[in-house]
Nanobody, 126 residues
Framework: QVQLVESGGGLVQPGGSLRLSCASS????????MAWFRQAPGKEREFVAA????????DHADSVKGRFTISRDNAKNTVYLQMNTVEPEDTAVYFC???????????????????WGQGTQVTVSS
């Protein structure tokens, strides 16, 4: 069983930075694709970024490419999302998730993820 807990959310001004963390307890994450999704009020949950279990491969949604960076530290069972140059449109609840699949057909799909955290709120506002 993988249990995920996000932290690091909060209120940030447009153009600012924030780093989210996702810590896993229980089973190690080193065999899982780890991802961040987000959900704004009234909208569907959407893919933000993913990191493959091994090899250092990452993928980012076009809307955050060049601003957000996903990274993972398997030794610490933790995944991070560095958010730079944030915009009001980035306001959402951010969720961490774990999947056994990296395929392009799966990593963007919420149904491919077996484990989810409870989410952390990020609000971008002046």
């Amino acid at each position: 069983q993988v249990q995920l807990v996000e932290s690091g959310g909060g209120l940030v001004q447009p153009g600012g930075s924030l780093r989210l963390s996702c810590a896993s307890s229980g089973r190690a994450i080193n065999t899982y694709t780890m991802a961040w999704f987000r959900q704004a009020p009234g909208k569907e949950r959407e893919f933000v970024a993913a990191a493959r279990a091994t090899g250092g491969l990452t993928d980012h949604a076009d809307s955050v490419k060049g601003r957000f960076t996903i990274s993972r530290d398997n030794a610490k069972n933790t995944v991070y999302l560095q958010m730079n140059t944030v915009e009001p449109e980035d306001t959402a609840v951010y969720f961490c998730a774990a999947s056994r699949s990296w395929s392009s057909g799966n990593r963007y799909n919420t149904r491919a993820y077996d484990y989810w955290g409870q989410g952390t709120q990020v609000t971008v506002s002046s």
